[in-house]
């Protein structure tokens, strides 16, 4: 079956630090890139960044970089957003996703592959 599956998420106190996972079964993550979008309530699902299956890291929303990093792990299949200073602002849920092209893209139309979506809660 294939599948992203998230873990990790939480409530966290401002200027906390967390680590989302997104691990992938039924394919290999390897020709894939692969990203993070989060939604807060009301809003559209937004992409935060991607990494191609190249290593190359693209932002989209600059309120994150220099905060959150994107990370894969080719052993375990999996990949990650690591995330510091969080701040009440980024509270939303974040999915991860995947595309099987070996460029990055901002439109969530692009990706074929998505994770269930994880809740992170910043507040104090």
């Known amino acids: 079956q294939v599948q992203l599956v998230e873990s990790g998420g939480g409530l966290v106190q401002p200027g906390a630090s967390l680590r989302l996972s997104c691990a992938a079964s039924?394919?290999?993550?390897?020709?894939?890139?692969v990203a993070w979008f989060r939604q807060a309530p009301g809003k559209e699902r937004e992409a935060l960044l991607c990494?191609?299956?190249?290593?190359?890291?693209?932002w989209y929303d600059h309120s994150v970089e220099g905060r959150f990093d994107i990370a894969k792990d080719r052993g375990l299949n999996t990949f990650y957003l690591e995330m510091r200073n969080l701040q009440p602002e980024d509270s939303a849920v974040y999915f991860c996703?995947?595309?099987?092209?070996?460029?990055?893209?901002?439109?969530?139309?692009?990706?074929?592959?998505w994770g269930q979506g994880t809740q992170v809660t910043v507040s104090s």
């Open positions: 996703a995947a595309k099987d092209w070996h460029l990055c893209s901002s439109h969530a139309s692009g990706y074929e592959e």
């Open positions: 039924g394919f290999s993550l390897d020709r894939y890139a």
């Open positions: 990494l191609t299956k190249h290593g190359s890291t693209s």
